[in-house]
């Protein structure tokens, strides 16, 4: 896997814009497994109202803590947000009918992906958000697609 980028987000406007920057190297890789890392609050769901947004989508984008899962099957291409942060066992997923839903096309930016360990895809994209005061980073991982490694490296935020 490579590691190597990792971008400085000084605000939640450069957070959004890291999103659709994302985004747009996904969909021209066509890639579909992004996971999601971070610590609460390190700027998730902001990541992925940017990425959402580059993809058509025009509403409201909030956290699926408590859904688990939201659609967005507008976007082109379709793309869902889980959050499995409230999974207690990996094997949940199963019971949550979402095998169809991973083994899809559709783009899935994937929260807490640690939580769903042995029962998820490998990720295309991985992007670690920390936080510390006020300064928040990005570090991006790149899995086996050098389509996707080539459209990463000229992203600036």
Known sequence: M???????LPSEAATVAL?????????????????????????????????LQQLGHEGHVKSPTYTLIESYPQTTPPAHHLDLY??????ELEYLGLRELLTSRDICLI?????????????????????????RTARVSVGENSVLLRHISTITI
């Open 86 to 91: 409230r999974l207690a066992d990996p094997e």
């Open 111 to 135: 929260e807490w992906p640690e939580r769903g360990s042995g029962c998820l895809p490998p990720a295309d994209l991985t992007i670690e958000l920390r936080y510390q005061d006020e300064r």
């Open 2 to 8: 490579y590691s190597g980028c990792t971008f400085a």
């Open 19 to 51: 999103g659709e920057q994302l985004a747009k190297a996904v969909v021209a890789a066509g890639a579909r497994m992004v996971f999601l890392r971070g610590d609460l609050g390190a700027g998730k769901t902001t990541l992925s109202r940017g990425f």
